[in-house]
């Protein structure tokens, strides 16, 4: 068995917004990751890890299938990815962080640090397609995970059952995530104006608190010139629309202020992404602020000449879609994916950059 610094290895792909330099690679957001094809009989990866009450998962997918759920163990720790394959055909491995980025924990990290193995590790075919989804807790997961408890804890997340995983899947896109539970365009679920993806779209995780991932560059400017983007979807209002029913904001000024916001992350994301069909995404769990994120479109559009934006009203998870939490349930994301990626497919979005 040889060991092998994530840094040194030339053949990878690196999925989604995260760290990288000889410490090892630090992965911020839910679905971000690594990708690779280890021609082996065994690979292991070791993993340097940190929560205080939230607790870090993880997930192992070997050949397009979750072969690994697991909680990640506090400090330098060794986990077994695949042991006894052919070591003449190669297996796809992808390892990715389940959990999203808890911005309430000062203590929170999860850094690959290398990989052991018998073998070689093998060309990794790039992605023709890419997509970057911004959201809330719907496109983190919740409600995903495990799906008969009530507790807002890390199991009841989950990266792979969700709609932004499934969409990819749908379309063989190369993908990555931002989204915090509970935040919003304008104001969080609780009012909350300081909790809102906008301000931090710009920096790798500017979310995060933990001293160890600031270090590692969560608080750097984003690199916008990786993978360019093909689409960038915005799931965005769920959480405004809960803001707004505290009765804490006078209506009128705070729609306004929310379509303020909206036409100006707009400029925001097309400032970064020249070529993308930038789509909104929107009403999963309601349509209350479909007017609105219309109306903020409109004149976004209207002002900028900007025609590759669209708003797109997804399925509302009512009944049997609707799970723990009043969450959409795996079932319901998948349809949601199924409505997202056709939807992509119709407007051709990965055909016109």
């Known amino acids: 068995m040889q060991t092998y610094r994530v840094d040194e290895i030339e053949n990878k792909l690196i999925l989604g917004r995260n760290g990288l330099n000889e410490q090892g690679l630090a992965l911020f957001w839910s679905g971000s990751g690594i990708e690779l094809n280890v021609k082996a009989r065994s ?9 205080d009450d939230m607790e870090l998962m993880m997930d192992i997918i070997i050949e397009g299938e979750r072969t690994q759920k ?37 203590n929170h990290h999860m850094i690959i640090k290398s990989f052991e193995t018998d073998g070689s590790f093998e060309p990794v075919e790039e992605y023709g397609y890419n997509i970057e989804f911004i959201g809330d807790s719907l496109t983190s997961g919740e409600g995903c995970g495990l799906t008969k408890r009530v507790e807002w804890i890390p199991v009841i ?25 509970g935040w919003g365009l ?15 779209y710009e920096k790798t995780c500017g979310t995060s608190k933990d001293s160890v991932s600031i270090a590692m ?53 097309r400032k970064h992404n020249n070529s993308c069909m930038i789509v909104w995404a929107y009403g999963m769990l309601g349509n209350d602020m479909e007017p609105y994120i219309k109306e903020l479109i409109g004149s976004y559009k209207a002002e900028s000449g900007d025609t590759r934006v669209e708003y797109l ?14 969450h959409p349930t795996p079932a319901a994301h998948e349809k949601i994916a ?3 990626a056709e939807h992509l497919q119709s407007l051709q979005a990965f055909m016109l950059r």
């Open 186 to 200: 304008y104001a969080s679920w609780d009012a909350n104006l300081n909790n809102v993806l906008p301000d931090y």
């Open 43 to 51: 690979l292991y990866v070791n993993i340097d890890c940190a929560y």
């Open 70 to 106: 697991l909680v990640l163990d506090r400090g330098l720790k060794k986990y077994l990815v695949f042991n006894g394959m052919i070591p003449e055909k190669p297996v796809n491995v992808r390892i990715i962080r389940d959990t999203q980025c808890m911005t309430e924990e000062k």
């Open 157 to 181: 997340f989950d990266a792979t059952e969700n709609y932004s995983y499934k969409t990819a899947k749908i379309l063989n896109a190369g993908y990555q995530v931002i989204s915090e539970s």
């Open 217 to 269: 560059g969560a608080h750097e400017e984003w690199d916008f010139a990786g993978p360019e983007m093909d689409a960038v979807i915005v799931n965005l209002g769920t959480n405004d629309n809960g803001a707004l029913k505290t009765g804490k904001f006078e209506r009128e000024a705070f729609i306004e202020a929310f379509k303020d916001k909206g036409r100006e992350f707009l400029k925001t994301i």
């Open 313 to 326: 009203r997804l399925p509302e998870c009512i009944g049997d879609d609707l799970g723990v939490r009043a």
């Open 338 to 340: 199924r409505c997202l």
